[in-house]
């Protein structure tokens, strides 16, 4: 079985500024890894995905991620946020393939907040 | 291309009612997978859809059952609802065999009053 921790409910940050946002997962099989970002009263945009190969891994609007095998943690940052990136933002795990194929386990979310 | 579409966005139901939601996946996916959201809650796996079976199931009461047709398209019934229910229903789409991308559609919102 699969869980992931969001290690932060509500991250404040100003305009402009650097951004991490943590998420940790445990899982007894090698696992994909996902970050969504959700707008108010909108379902599920896929940001970027981690399925092997490069630990560091770009996607939309200028947000990153980085897998970390050892420390089980898949961060997202972004080097400079603006104001439309406030929204709630999941991480989410799957296995591959399998009867567990196609079965997401998402975190708690983070709320992103950017303040001018 | 048509994303997944959500049908309806908006619905109040009274407690003890039934309510069926429904989901079109993106052109090219064969499998639906329905999520659950309580408001400020990440989502909750409900059961996935393939050829028209249940593959996998998540920890919800026999209240909740689905069904998928020959084009792909599947809806989400519950039965005697609860105040608890109340909830954005998220479905998602993929390819069993292919890219792992799961893309969601925007959800129906139920109020069980």
């Known amino acids: 079985a699969q869980s992931v921790t969001q290690l932060d409910s509500q991250v404040p940050v100003f305009e402009e500024a650097p951004v991490e946002l943590r998420c940790n997962y445990s899982?007894?099989?090698?696992?994909?890894l996902f970050w969504y970002v959700q707008y108010p009263n909108q379902g599920l945009q896929l940001l970027l995905k981690?399925?092997?190969?490069?630990?560091l891994v770009k996607g939309i609007n200028g947000f990153e991620a980085e897998f970390n095998k050892s420390q089980t943690s898949f961060h997202l940052r972004k080097p400079s946020v603006h104001i439309s990136d406030t929204a709630e933002y999941f991480c989410?795990?799957?296995?591959?393939?399998?009867?567990?194929?196609?079965?997401?386990?998402f975190g708690q979310g983070t709320e992103l907040s950017v303040k001018p | 291309d048509a994303g997944v579409t959500q049908s309806p966005t908006h619905l109040i139901k009274t407690r003890g009612q039934q309510v069926t939601l429904r989901c079109s996946p993106k052109?090219?996916?064969?499998?639906v997978s329905w999520y659950q959201q309580a408001l400020g809650q990440g989502p909750q796996f409900i059961f996935q859809?393939?050829?028209?079976?249940?593959?996998q199931r998540g920890n919800f009461p026999d209240r909740f059952s689905g069904h998928q047709f020959p084009n792909y398209s599947s809806e989400l019934n519950v039965n005697a609802l609860l105040l608890g229910d109340s909830a954005l229903y998220l479905c998602?789409?993929?390819?069993?065999?292919?890219?792992?991308?799961?893309?969601f559609g925007q959800g129906t919102r139920l109020t069980v009053v």
């Open positions: 989410a795990v799957r296995a591959p393939g399998g009867n567990q194929g196609g079965k997401l386990i």
């Open positions: 052109s090219g996916h064969d499998t």
């Open positions: 859809y393939y050829e028209e079976e249940e593959r």
């Open positions: 981690y399925l092997s190969g490069s630990t």
């Open positions: 998602a789409s993929t390819r069993l065999a292919g890219n792992p991308e799961a893309f």
């Open positions: 899982s007894s099989v090698s696992v994909y």
